[in-house]
């Protein structure tokens, strides 16, 4: 069974920076895909960033040039590094893995709890 577990949320201010980590334990042969989706309670969870196992990513347009998604597979933990962040980046993170290339959040297939982001003016 894969377990992913988010850390390095927190609160900070408007134009400050955090880190994510999401650790990923169990077995990893399926787990070419993984990326970062963050949800707004009422509002449906949105992709952030996508990064495949040679490296490939994709982001959203609302954290291009700001965020940077990356993974060491040797130890099996993915990062977000969350820069110049905005009041409207406040969200519940979550890390998930999928077997294949997608930005399609219903193809996912482990995710984690979760570690909450809040940025204020």
């Known amino acids: 069974q894969v377990r992913l577990v988010e850390s390095g949320g927190g609160s900070v201010q408007t134009g400050g920076s955090l880190r994510l980590s999401c650790a990923l334990s169990?077995?990893?042969?399926?787990?070419?895909?993984m990326a970062w989706f963050r949800q707004v309670p009422g509002e449906e969870r949105e992709g952030v960033a996508v990064?495949?196992?040679?490296?490939?990513?994709d982001y959203a347009n609302s954290v291009k040039g700001r965020f940077t998604i990356s993974r060491d597979n040797a130890k099996n933990t993915l990062y977000l590094q969350m820069n110049n962040l905005k009041s409207e980046d406040t969200a519940r993170y979550y890390c998930?893995?999928?077997?294949?290339?997608?930005?399609?959040?219903?193809?996912?297939?482990?995710w984690g709890q979760g570690t909450q982001v809040n940025v204020s003016s």
């Open positions: 990064i495949g196992s040679d490296g490939s990513t």
């Open positions: 998930a893995t999928a077997e294949w290339w997608t930005d399609s959040v219903d193809e996912y297939t482990y």
């Open positions: 169990g077995p990893t042969d399926n787990t070419y895909c």
